[in-house]
């Protein structure tokens, strides 16, 4: 049973709700963390691992929030209060909804700043910035940048205004109309990246990295670390999935749907290793360089590489446009919030979430600079030696994500009703309820208290 026979507001196509949900998955999580974490992790044994994860884990969370979200119709904390109603179950499970809303509203405040550098990279390479740099002068103006409390700052205002304009539109006019324009036109820029490293780069040596295999390698720290890499990527248990599934109405498969949006990611998020390998490899860069790999390693490559400047600038444009997507989904899932429960209008609840998520950035921006040595919490051994911006990213990659993906599916597997759960599933995909409850119920909890145990 849901709150209405329809909801007030739903996507306007199928097409508009896969674009818009990929737009969650496909962000500076596949084309900024993906490689650089294959590289840290075996190359194609994590990607292996990655995959299967993907699938047996990081898939069924994701058709349980989307399933949720599309019995409550409304934000997700409402959504969560209604049904823990309807099911007879306890108030203690309205933290699902509270972790659903705080987890947009830090991670967006953070994951704008990071946004922010992808965008003056993206202006660098317009006026040839990288060309001829080296490793030493291509890491030095990233701590310059990141160093620079007036470019950090600014560079993450501007990005979360212009997230906050584009929200501030009705759905049709603002997030649907950028998905579409977006997600087509960096999926053809990444194709185009992947047929220019398989010119210009070493491609039969990044491509062997990504696709055969040493078994050898799997241990469990690589499994683990596909487990949270698979999560992040596909964005479940942060309540912008739950918030989509909001606008989804009764005649969209939902289990075809998440496979669709599964493969999506996964492609993106390999053409993104085939378009960035191969350029490692060709000038003996180090692919286990880690969260430096973009911003550090990568523009040493584009200024050796002939026409560097443009395939420069279409990376970086790629990687800023992939994470205004993401971003997209986290400030909506805030903006439904303030509209359902306090009848907002769009606008104003727009300049509220989008302001208060700001200000909260601010500590972030500042962390690698005027806050660099400000680290509050290190009297708590977990937390020793953290910024205001690791803080932030620690919290909700390695504590609540985590936390609220497991209460998610022992929401969806245990508490909501047996035939309520059933009737998300569409009679051409009933054979796949009882995989996916078995799934749901017994072996995706143990694959989520493991991240969270060796996150902590």
Same mark, same amino acid.
């Given at each position: ?226 487990? @949270?890499?698979? &999560? +992040?990527? !596909?964005?479940? =248990? %942060?309540?912008?999935?739950? #918030? ?67 395939? @420069?600038?279409? &990376? +970086?444009? !790629?990687?800023? =446009? %992939?994470?205004?997507?993401? #971003? ?129």
């Amino acid at each position: 049973m849901s709150i209405s026979a329809t909801p007030a507001v739903t996507w306007s196509s199928k097409s508009s709700f896969l674009l818009a949900t990929i737009g969650i998955a496909v962000g500076l999580g596949n084309i900024w963390r993906f490689p650089y974490v294959v590289g840290t992790n075996g190359g194609a044994a994590f990607v292996l691992v990655y995959v299967l994860i993907l699938l047996c884990f990081a898939a069924p969370i994701m058709i349980a929030e989307l399933m949720i979200g599309r019995q409550g119709q409304k934000d997700p904390f409402s959504t969560i209060k209604f049904l823990s109603e309807q099911n007879s179950a306890h108030k203690g499970w309205q933290l699902i909804g509270w972790l659903s809303l705080l987890i947009p509203f830090i991670a967006l405040s953070y994951y704008s700043v990071v946004a922010g550098w992808t965008v003056d990279y993206t202006m660098q390479s317009l006026v040839n910035k990288f060309d001829g740099i080296d490793g030493a002068a291509s890491k030095s103006y990233f701590q310059s940048l990141a160093g620079s409390p007036v470019k950090s700052i600014s560079l993450f205002l501007a990005f979360i205004a212009l997230t906050m304009f584009i929200i501030s539109k009705s759905l049709k006019d603002g997030l649907e109309k950028s998905v579409k324009l977006l997600m087509p036109m960096l999926f053809l820029i990444l194709v185009f990246l992947v047929i220019y490293a398989a010119i210009a780069g070493d491609f039969a040596r990044g491509f062997s990295y990504l696709f055969s295999p040493d078994l050898s390698k799997i241990n469990a720290d690589v499994v683990l670390a596909a487990m @949270g890499q698979a &999560f +992040f990527s !596909l964005g479940v =248990g %942060a309540g912008s999935v739950m #918030a989509y599934g909001g606008y989804l109405s009764k005649d969209i498969s939902i289990p075809k749907s998440v496979l669709t949006v599964a493969f999506a990611d996964t492609l993106v998020a390999l053409l993104a290793g085939m378009a960035i390998f191969p350029f490692v490899f060709a000038f003996d860069l180090t692919p286990s360089s880690g969260p430096g790999l973009i911003f550090e390693t990568l523009p040493v490559a584009f200024g050796q590489l002939p026409g560097g400047q443009w395939v @420069g600038l279409l &990376f +970086f444009f !790629l990687l800023a =446009g %992939a994470a205004l997507t993401t #971003a997209l989904s986290m400030l909506e899932c805030l903006v439904r919030f303030l509209s359902d429960k306090y009848q907002f209008t769009r606008t104003k609840a727009t300049l509220l979430a989008g302001s208060a998520s700001a200000v909260l950035g601010l500590g972030a921006a500042m962390s690698f600079n005027l806050l660099s040595d400000f680290k509050p919490l290190s009297f708590i051994d977990a937390f020793s030696g953290k910024t205001l911006f690791d803080l932030m990213d620690y919290s909700v990659a390695n504590i609540m994500i985590p936390i609220n993906a497991l209460l998610i599916v022992i929401f969806a597997g245990w508490v909501l009703k047996k035939q309520v759960v059933k009737s998300e599933f569409s009679t051409e995909h009933s054979s796949w309820f009882a995989p996916w409850l078995c799934l749901i119920r017994y072996i995706a909890p143990v694959g989520v208290i493991a991240v969270l145990v060796v996150g902590l």
